[in-house]
Nanobody
Framework: QVQLVESGGGLVQAGGSLRLSCAAS????????VGWFRQAPGKERESVAA????????SYADSVKGRFTISRDNAKNTVFLQMNSLKPEDTAVYRC???????????????????WGQGTQVTVSP
């Protein structure tokens, strides 16, 4: 089973940027849809962004659209989340997840994912 490890989180000032990485090991991410999720204290887990196996389809939460970009590098077996214009409300633990799927399919439902990373903390100060 594929294993996922997130990195790139940290503390930034509002308006700053971070790039999160989701590195896969054990198996290639070929034929896997991948999503980024986050959960802040006192709030439910929410989908942030998702990308299809062939990277032909992406999906973003309305709250991050235009600020975040999800991408994948097959050679590095890694999925990225570029986060720009960060806001304090973006503060959360960010986790990536993957599930086998056909090309062109993007998945935003957390219940559809069976493989998860342990998360990386993102903190945005006012």
């Amino acid at each position: 089973q594929v294993q996922l490890v997130e990195s790139g989180g940290g503390l930034v000032q509002a308006g700053g940027s971070l790039r999160l990485s989701c590195a896969a090991s054990g198996r290639t991410l070929s034929n896997y849809a991948v999503g980024w999720f986050r959960q802040a204290p006192g709030k439910e887990r929410e989908s942030v962004a998702a990308i299809s196996w062939g990277a032909s389809t992406t999906s973003y939460a309305d709250s991050v659209k235009g600020r975040f970009t999800i991408s994948r590098d097959n050679a590095k077996n890694t999925v990225f989340l570029q986060m720009n214009s960060l806001k304090p409300e973006d503060t959360a633990v960010y986790r990536c997840a993957a599930v086998r799927s056909v090309a062109g399919v993007v998945i935003v439902d957390a219940a559809s994912y069976a493989r998860w990373g342990q998360g990386t903390q993102v903190t945005v100060s006012p």
